[in-house]
């Protein structure tokens, strides 16, 4: 196979490949280790590349392929968001007021290798993952693939960046606030931010009071399935992704939540309408209807539990005062939030999530925009405080963070692309725990539109 087919051919396919014995394991990671010393001196993926490592691990696996067993990933790169342990290498934050290098993998990296695959780097990531742009002042910028004065979205930014262009199969990121849909979304690729707990978070467990989960960004939907068969250890996922659904009931929805002060862009407002007509096409009944947001669920749910989220990060942290100043400012506001008001948040998100939840007694998945406008430019907030910053990211992705306050699954699809050439999105929202019907639906997308084959100018 052409490598130029070959490293954009996904991990489910490769996986298929490797175990046929059209490819082997060292071939394959040699194809990713040569793209990236040729092009991620431009954009920045990597924190770091674990080449030494990687070829001992794609050795092992192509023995392993060779003697006839078969894992799910068994030969595969995988590469690792750099706020997930692996066992001898440090997990920064984006920051250089990082520890030492961790004793022991994280879970799901454990359980990622358990499954065969080869751990490739570690990707960029923004400070303590606060922000929808990659760029610290410890490690530089990350660009965008598509348009290299744009970032790849955060704070997964690295992780997607990599494997859109082409130098990852699949890459493991997290998602608090929409870090997963985000860089999806702009990158051009498939995100799936799973059902909360549904990913092991160990060793950090219940990161940022609940928000946080651990999920795949992919070329295709097949590649995010087996992610999570992987990690889950739960079989139909793959399954699903490759059945046809039943007729569904969609909600068409650009209800940006209340007070955020976002402006849907014209390309973003049109990628949902067009999803909307597709779905109709597919056989779906499509309604517009938006869900019922509570009017101050940010501030009383959202909010509190990514700043205090913050704070109980940076507590762990050996060298604090190393943090950029604006990261600093983050953490002061997060430790201004007691214990107690946050077990009362805690406490109060099953009435949120009821209510938000409620439209579900009505549809099957809500269709919102993937953002409501695209990427900021490289450098745009290296002089902006704390606040000024949040108000002016808040304007470009308000349709995340609620569904990390009601931990249900929601996922983004590449759509077309905005003014400046950078990928758009729509999201695709699910039931609670019904990631099933949400890969059924975006496989069924993905055959009617195709989009793993598109390839960025940087690739």
């Avoid at 262009?165 to 990121?173: I, Q």
Wanted: proline residues 7%; hydrophobic residues 40%.
């Amino acid at each position: 196979m052409d490598t130029s087919v070959l490293v954009f051919a996904g991990a489910a396919e490769q996986a298929r490949l490797l175990a046929a014995g059209e490819i082997t394991a060292p071939e394959l990671l040699g194809h990713y280790l040569e793209r990236i010393a040729r092009l991620d001196t431009t954009l920045r993926s990597y924190r770091v590349v674990l080449e030494d490592s990687a070829q001992r691990e794609a050795a092992a696996a192509q023995e392993r392929i060779d003697a006839g067993e078969r894992r799910p990933l068994l030969g595969v790169p995988i590469a690792i968001k750099d706020d997930v342990d692996v066992e001898g290498e440090t997990t920064t934050y984006g920051s250089s007021a990082h520890g030492p290098a961790r004793t022991r993998d994280a879970e799901v990296v454990r359980r990622l290798r358990d499954a065969g695959a080869v751990i490739l780097g570690k990707t960029m990531v923004p400070e303590m993952m606060l922000w929808p742009f990659t760029e610290t002042v410890t490690f530089g910028a990350t660009r965008n693939p598509w348009n290299i004065d744009y970032a790849p979205g955060g704070s997964s930014g690295g992780s997607a960046a990599a494997v859109a262009a082409g130098l990852a199969p699949m890459a493991l990121g997290s998602d608090g606030m929409g870090s997963i849909r985000i860089p999806a979304t702009w990158c051009g690729l498939f995100g799936l931010k799973p059902q909360r707990d549904r990913v092991p978070l160990a060793p950090h467990d219940d990161s940022w009071n609940g928000l946080n989960v651990n999920g795949p960004i992919a070329r295709t939907v097949e590649d995010a399935a087996l992610f999570l068969e992987a990690v889950t250890r739960e079989p139909g996922f793959v399954a699903a992704a490759g059945r046809e659904p039943r007729p569904l009931r969609i909600a068409l929805s650009d209800k940006v939540p209340p007070l955020l002060t976002a402006r849907v862009g014209r390309l973003q407002r049109a990628a949902l309408h067009e999803a909307g007509e597709l779905l109709r096409e597919l056989g779906h009944e499509v309604v517009v209807r938006d869900p019922d947001y509570p009017a101050s669920v940010m501030f009383d749910q959202a909010l509190p539990r990514y700043f205090r989220g913050c704070f109980d990060d940076v507590r762990t942290l050996p060298h604090p005062e190393r943090l950029e100043a604006r990261t600093r400012s983050f953490a002061r506001v997060g430790g201004m939030i007691s214990d107690r008001r946050m077990d009362a948040i805690r406490r109060a998100e099953t009435h949120t999530a009821e209510r938000i939840q409620s439209i579900f007694d009505d549809v099957d998945v809500v269709v919102t925009p993937g953002t409501a406008k695209g990427p900021s430019r490289i450098g745009r907030y290296q002089r902006m405080g704390m606040l000024s910053t949040l108000l002016s990211v808040a304007a470009r992705v308000p349709f995340q963070a609620l569904f990390n306050v009601t931990g249900q699954p929601a996922a983004v699809v590449p759509w077309g692309f905005d003014d400046n050439a950078v990928p758009t999105s729509v999201q695709l929202v699910g039931r609670p725990f019904d990631e099933a019907t949400l890969l059924s639906l975006a496989g069924q997308m993905e055959k009617a539109r195709p989009w793993a084959q598109r390839r960025p100018p940087v690739s």
